[in-house]
């Protein structure tokens, strides 16, 4: 017999080995193998069997790596899948569905000694003192770690060795399981009965899985503290009483204690008792073993994990639950580049099982294929507690630019807010999302912002060359001297820099007996730091919590009655077409940390373009609102939801190189594709055209420009090329950084195309390309 395997280098081809004699029987599709490759030892995992190879001169295969089949056959397919959607090769893909230490066996689990008391035929023997108390909680206890039994009846191991000897204990290695929440105590909870919202919601997703060999995929709409998650529990029940299991992804940002807890406590006990396994990166490589193979024997039937928990080997699935949809951390942004939501989505059609995304700010994709009839949309309008929403006052900065030289941090409204809470003993988070590199460049007395005139999008200031550059199109100018508004002209037009660090610092100048905390990448280090200032806010110990989104993320606290966000518009000039609705997510999800608790909370956003949509839709709370004109504006310029993206970035040390590689890269794409391009003249031609006849008439621009196939018709007639532009960040790390961006609706078989013209790519030796479909990060 022969063994195909996928070695777990990059090699993009998979090798034939033979099962040797001492194997046979044990080599099943999906194992992990260890092989001879040249004079080395590789993982790999079976892919497949055969009866002959079409190869001579095969080597054996070294040995198998556990018990069981490591990759399911149903794992398997889906890594398949991930493979060709996102383009990268089978290794690659196949590494990605198994923890670390699983796959490099670098953990096993652990043999603990354990002491047994031993059923006696005849007559008690007579013990000395000593041996007699350890004998007693042997008998209490009939089977007890030796360890722990050494350390309350304090006495050696020889001392217990005597009792074996005299044949009433057996002392004996077992496995002992780790427990990464062994020192939490966990509480049972029963369901709750849910209101009529929640009932619809239940009712609708358990009708679904109640539906043999179909899946369906739900959008659970609802702001937080509608009671969403009460609904997860109660459909994880019913998958529980159907002899199903299920996955519960949430950001790992998300996955604190309490988190996980909500989940063991309800199935901690009563009928539908399981194991709960978690899966994320704060495990040990032990606990991380342990927790896996619990899932992979069926004793764990729920996981609850972060983006790679998707691959959970859970057996049958019945359903799966992607809390937070809209998170980009669900993204992976190396090899393979999979969106675990959407992973989710797939892994749901191919096993038949329910998919429920739910967020109080669902993704623009999701919410579209909602409207297209792609998922069912389910909707809580109301908090559970009937809390009102905070109110949220946006404060128009350029009022406050005018009365102060530079650009200011703090309104006299903020100030005046923050000033209330401290004397009321009330606690205030403020927010600056300071991230990227990226900058735009924005008036600080009028708010005007320099957009690129093709692509509808911030430009970015590269401030060493002094210059502004869109890095969809490549589109160049000179930075402004004054404001370009005509009634403006502030030479002071430059974006100056402000870290929440400058916020912190100038906080403690205006408020000196306030306790200020800041929480952000910088100050929180260690995964500790994250959990003792969270703590000591909690707890009352803080006046005022600085810090970037972290904060932003769902956490409880009923004393903050302030959230005030330092500069709105810093997210919504990204250089990224999701830059409005990351803004409009980011506003609303750190609005509903406000007034959690009895007193009604106050949100305050500062901007200088107050009356941005993203802005003004947020603060009345309103996303259909907000999505219908996003929606619209995403249908102009096809962006995604309305097509797909596939982003390729060319990165190299010498800048011609890589300029020059990703000229050659659109060239072939062109020819391999057909296309009309969005750069230099091409823009004008189609831009023009769409002014006077309108989208039809791109369409027919492009058209008539795109080679045509075989068949005599255009493969992708919408597709659209655009760039190569330098990235946003274009030198990173002595890097420099090209990228082509591609737009069409028919992605599944664009990337059949893309990989095709990737491999057959030569790339000078020190350029490499990265694709990425389904991009969530432009830069
Ligand atoms: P979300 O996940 O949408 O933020 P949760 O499910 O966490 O909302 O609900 C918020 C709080 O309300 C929780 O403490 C939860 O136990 C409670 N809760 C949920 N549903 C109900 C209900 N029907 N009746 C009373 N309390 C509820
Ligand atoms: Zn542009």
């Known amino acids: 017999m022969i063994a195909r395997v996928s070695l777990e280098i990059a090699l993009r081809k998979e090798f034939d080995y ?3 004699v001492e194997l046979v029987g044990q080599v099943e599709v999906g194992m992990r193998v260890q092989v001879p490759f040249g004079a080395r030892k590789i993982f790999g995992t079976v892919t497949a069997l055969a009866e002959e190879s079409a190869h001579t001169k095969l080597k054996p295969i070294l040995k198998v790596i556990g018990a069981q089949t490591l990759v399911t056959p149903k794992v398997l397919k889906l890594a398949r899948w991930i493979g060709e959607y996102y383009c990268c090769a089978p290794e690659t893909s196949l590494k990605s569905v198994l923890p670390e230490a699983i796959r490099k066996e670098k953990s096993g689990w652990k043999k603990q000694l354990f002491v047994r008391a031993l059923h006696l035929s005849g007559e008690f023997p007579k013990l000395p003192k000593r041996r007699q108390d350890v004998w007693n909680i042997i008998e209490e206890r009939r089977e007890i770690l030796l360890a722990e039994l050494l350390e309350l009846a304090e006495t050696t191991a020889a001392t217990v060795r005597k009792l074996e000897d005299r044949g009433l204990v057996e002392i004996t290695s077992e496995i002992s399981e780790r427990d990464p929440y062994a020192r939490e105590t966990i509480l049972p909870t029963q369901n709750i009965v849910l209101n009529p919202a929640q009932t619809k919601a239940l009712g609708e997703i358990t009708k679904a899985m109640d539906k043999e060999n179909s899946s369906h995929t739900f959008l659970l709409h609802g702001v937080t503290g509608s009671g969403k998650t009460e609904i997860y529990l109660q459909a994880l029940a019913h998958a529980l009483e159907q002899g199903k299991g299920a996955i519960v992804l949430v950001p790992e940002i998300s996955l604190t204690p309490q988190t996980v807890e909500r989940f063991k406590a309800r199935f901690s006990s009563g009928k539908l008792q399981t194991l709960v396994a978690v899966l994320h990166s704060h495990l040990s490589a032990g606990e991380r073993h342990d927790e896996w193979h619990k899932i992979r024997q069926g004793r764990a039937r729920i996981v609850i994990g972060a983006r790679s928990a998707i691959f959970a080997p859970v057996e049958p699935l019945g359903l799966i639950i992607v809390d937070e949809e809209h998170e980009t951390s669900y993204k992976q942004e190396e090899a393979p580049r999979y969106h675990a939501r959407d992973v989710a989505i797939m892994r749901g059609q191919m096993e038949n099982a329910v998919v429920v995304l739910g967020s109080a700010t669902p993704s623009l994709e999701s919410f579209y294929n909602c409207k297209r009839g792609k998922f069912s949309l389910l909707e809580l309008p109301e908090r559970v507690d009937n809390q009102k ?8 900065m350029r009022q406050a630019a005018h009365k102060e030289k530079g650009t200011p941090l703090f309104s006299p409204q903020l100030k005046e807010a923050i000033n209330q809470r401290l004397d009321r003993g009330e606690q205030t988070i403020l927010f600056l999302n300071r991230r990227g590199y990226s900058t735009s460049l924005q008036c600080p007395k009028c708010g005007y912002v320099c957009n690129c005139p093709n692509c509808s999008l911030a430009l970015t200031f590269h401030r060493q060359e002094q210059k502004l550059a869109c890095h969809i199109c490549g589109h160049v100018e000179k930075v402004p001297l004054v404001c370009p508004n005509e009634k403006c002209k502030n030479p002071a037009i430059r974006f100056s820099g402000t870290g929440t660090q400058r916020v912190e610092e100038t906080l403690a100048k205006l408020f000196p007996k306030a306790r200020i905390k800041r929480m952000d990448a910088d100050t929180m280090k260690r995964k ?10 909690r ?3 803080i006046d005022i919590l600085v810090g970037t989104q972290m904060i932003a993320k769902g956490l409880h606290f009923p004393n903050v009655t302030l959230v005030g966000i330092i500069y709105a518009d810093l997210a919504l000039h990204q250089p990224d077409f ?3 609705e990351r803004t409009f997510q980011l506003l609303t999800q750190v609005a509903g940390r406000a007034g959690r608790g009895d007193v009604e909370g106050e949100v305050f956003v500062q901007a200088f373009a107050p009356f941005h949509p993203a802005i003004q839709y947020a603060r009345r709370h309103d996303f259909n609102g907000f999505y219908e004109q996003e929606i619209e504006f995403r249908e102009q310029l096809k962006y995604p939801p309305v097509s797909r993206v596939a982003l390729l970035t060319l990165k190299g040390r010498n800048e011609e190189k890589v300029k020059f590689s990703a000229e050659h890269l659109k060239r072939e794409l062109e020819k391999t594709l057909g296309s009309a391009s969005v750069s230099g003249a091409a823009v ?11 989208e039809d008439a791109k369409q027919s621009v492009r058209d008539a420009r795109a080679p045509q196939t075989k068949r005599g018709q255009n493969l992708f007639s919408d597709l659209i090329i655009a760039g190569p532009a330098p990235a946003p960040l274009l030198r990173a790390e002595t890097f420099y950084r090209y990228q082509i ?6 992605m599944s078989a664009l990337s059949r195309e893309l990989a095709r013209t990737v491999q057959s790519l030569a790339l000078p030796e020190d350029v490499t390309l990265a694709v990425d479909i389904d991009p969530v990060n432009l830069g």
Do not use: N, Q
Not at 528 to 537: A, E, I, N, Q, T
């Open 528 to 537: 500790d730091d994250y959990r003792k200032v969270l703590g000591d806010f």
């Open 684 to 694: 004008d031609v189609s831009s023009t055209a769409t002014e006077l006849f309108g």
């Open 389 to 396: 929403m905070p109110h949220v006052r946006v404060v128009d």
């Open 18 to 20: 033979l099962i040797p």
């Open 741 to 746: 961006m591609l737009r069409t609706r028919a």
């Open 578 to 580: 999701r830059a409005g």
């Open 539 to 541: 707890a009352g110990k």
